[in-house]
């Protein structure tokens, strides 16, 4: 099925609004919004009509729960038929409180535990380079809390030290972390050879400009900064 779509970015909280039945990670998704839109609107190639392109870039979700945003933003982009929002979480829906990549058009990973998202993305990179695809980029977005998991610590280094310049992280920081390095994040990942920026997550030209200063030999990690998490 072909679908077309003119939304921009002004039309995003009125296609979550239609989402109801998980409103307790309202948060967690409003925080992703703004990257999710730069994105895929001014940085990933990647195509509606082509989901199964070859040559296309992945952009894994690792911070799965509260998906409103992502779907949103899929729907905008003509991935989703926006009429299908207001199903969200139902029986036999697609669109389930944790994307599913076997159900859902545009959906790279199935989430679920956190800390996965960038482990999976490594291993892309690395599978795509075994095929001679060194062109597609691979962007994961993970939360600052998410990178309490030592699984994540893992591949900061492995991603560092192989210098896997196709791999993006993107962090967002609403500072709900309770063990991680408050205020150090950037640091985390430069001590393990990443490229790091640190932006205002609300901000469509800083966060562009961040996502798009890719290094051959470097990963990029880019710490998006939003309003702290109410406790």
Not at 15 to 22: E, F, I, K, P, V
Not at 93 to 100: A, E, K, N, Q, T
Request: net charge negative; hydrophobic share 40%; with cysteine.
């Amino acid at each position: 099925m072909t679908i077309t779509t003119t939304r921009g970015y002004a039309d995003l909280r009125p296609l979550m609004s239609a989402m109801t039945g998980d409103e307790k990670h309202d948060v967690a998704a409003t925080s992703t919004l703004d990257v999710l839109w730069v994105l895929y609107d001014q940085v990933l190639s990647v195509d509606p009509q082509r989901t199964d392109d070859p040559d296309r870039d992945r952009f894994l979700l690792s911070k799965g729960h509260g998906p409103m945003a992502f779907y949103a933003v899929l729907a905008a982009k003509g991935f989703l038929d926006p009429a299908e929002l207001s199903c969200f979480g139902e029986f036999d829906s697609r669109l389930g409180f944790h994307p599913d990549r076997v159900l859902a058009p545009g959906v790279e990973i199935g989430s679920g535990s956190l800390g996965h998202g960038l482990p999976l993305g490594l291993g892309v990179v690395l599978g795509l380079r075994a095929q001679g695809r060194e062109r597609p980029r691979v962007v994961v977005l993970v939360g600052d809390a998410e990178l309490d998991e030592g699984s994540n610590h893992e591949a900061i280094q492995v991603a560092g030290r192989w210098g896997l310049g196709q791999l993006t992280t993107v962090v967002v920081d609403n500072r709900s972390s309770s063990t991680g390095w408050p205020g150090g994040i950037a640091d985390r990942f430069a001590r393990e050879g990443w490229a790091v920026h640190t932006v205002n997550g609300r901000d469509h030209g800083e966060l562009r400009r961040a996502l798009t200063d890719t290094r051959p030999d470097r990963p990029l990690a880019v710490v998006a900064e939003v309003e702290p998490k109410e406790l």
